[in-house]
């Protein structure tokens, strides 16, 4: 799985303020959220790096970097 999509789409959801946490969510659900992240990168195109550099800073903030690296979303 793409960690750029994946870490895209958890901010989306998140920012969604989803009553269900992500892991929680239904397999269509993260689906549709992922297809959110796609279109933002598509759109993004270069500037994708811009965002990426941000959901880490707040990744690390929240302790959500530790899960992700568990989970092999890390480079």
């Known amino acids: 799985m793409d960690y750029k999509i994946e870490l895209v ?18 397999a269509i ?7 959110y ?9 270069e ?6 550099l941000a959901l880490r800073g707040a990744q690390q903030k929240s302790g959500w970097a530790i899960k992700s690296r568990l ?3 890390e480079q």
Do not use: T, V, Y
């Open 9 to 26: 789409a958890q901010a989306i959801h998140e920012a969604e303020q989803a009553a269900c946490l992500w892991d929680n969510e239904p």
């Open 29 to 35: 659900r993260k689906e549709r959220f992922r297809e």
């Open 37 to 45: 992240a796609r279109n933002a990168i598509d759109l993004l195109d």
């Open 47 to 52: 500037d994708i790096n811009i965002l990426l």
């Open 71 to 73: 989970i092999g979303w």
